[in-house]
Each structure stands twice: as structure tokens, then as C-alpha cells.
Nanobody, 123 residues
Framework: QVQLVESGGGLVQVGGPLRLSCVVS????????MGWSRQAPGKEREFVAVIGGSGGTTDYADAVKGRFTISRDNAKNTVYLQMNSLKPEDAAVYYC????????????????WGQGAQVTVSS
């Protein structure tokens, strides 16, 4: 069973940065494409970013492109989401997602999920 644990959420001011981390259990981390999704109150969960197993392929939702960066450290079984220039509309619970298959970098997440990390953006 794959387990994902997010950390790094919190309160940040508009325009500020925040970095989320997600540690994944198991020894086959590089065989998973990793993604981040988010869900704001009253809204459906939406795709944010994804990275391939080797880290060479990434994709972002249009709403975060140029502000967010997804990266991974396969030696540490960890995926990161660096969020810069945060806006009020970025406030949400952010979920880490592990997709079996290193090339599964589409915008429809599936697979295993973490418990979520709350991100609050204050103006």
C-alpha cells in the first residue's frame, strides 16, 4: 500500500511564497508520476501540476503556470510544489497524488492520494 503524507501548508499573505512537500512510502517512488490537485470550498477538486517519474516532464494548470513549480527528489521519495505570487483564489486544500506509471502525466489524476494540506491566502 502506498502512503502519501503532505506537509508545508499554512497561512500566507497575498503575493507570498509557500512550499508543499509530499513524502511517499515504498521503494518504487520513481515508477510513479506525481501530481498535485486542489479543492476549494464548494468547488470540485482540480488538477494543479504533474511530474513524470524521472522529473523530466511537467505540466501545469493554466491558472498556476509561471507561478508554481513542481519538482521531485527520487532519493528522498518526495515531491514538492513551490508556490509563488500566491493569490486569494489559490486558497484550497492541496492533495498529493501518486499515479502508477512514470509516464502518466495527463491532467486527470488517479491512483493514490494524501490527506491534504490546507493553504490559506490572506489579503
Amino acid at each position: 500500500q502506498v502512503q502519501l503524507v503532505e506537509s508545508g501548508g499554512g497561512l500566507v499573505q497575498v503575493g507570498g511564497p509557500l512550499r508543499l512537500s509530499c513524502v511517499v512510502s515504498g521503494r518504487t517512488f520513481s515508477t510513479y508520476a506525481m501530481g498535485w490537485s486542489r479543492q476549494a470550498p464548494g468547488k470540485e477538486r482540480e488538477f494543479v501540476a504533474v511530474i513524470g517519474g524521472s522529473g523530466g516532464t511537467t505540466d501545469y494548470a493554466d491558472a498556476v503556470k509561471g507561478r508554481f513549480t513542481i519538482s521531485r527528489d527520487n532519493a528522498k521519495n518526495t515531491v514538492y510544489l513551490q508556490m509563488n505570487s500566491l493569490k486569494p483564489e489559490d486558497a484550497a486544500v492541496y492533495y498529493c497524488n501518486a499515479r502508477p506509471g512514470p509516464l502518466m502525466v495527463g491532467r486527470s489524476p488517479y491512483g493514490y492520494w494524501g490527506q491534504g494540506a490546507q493553504v490559506t491566502v490572506s489579503s
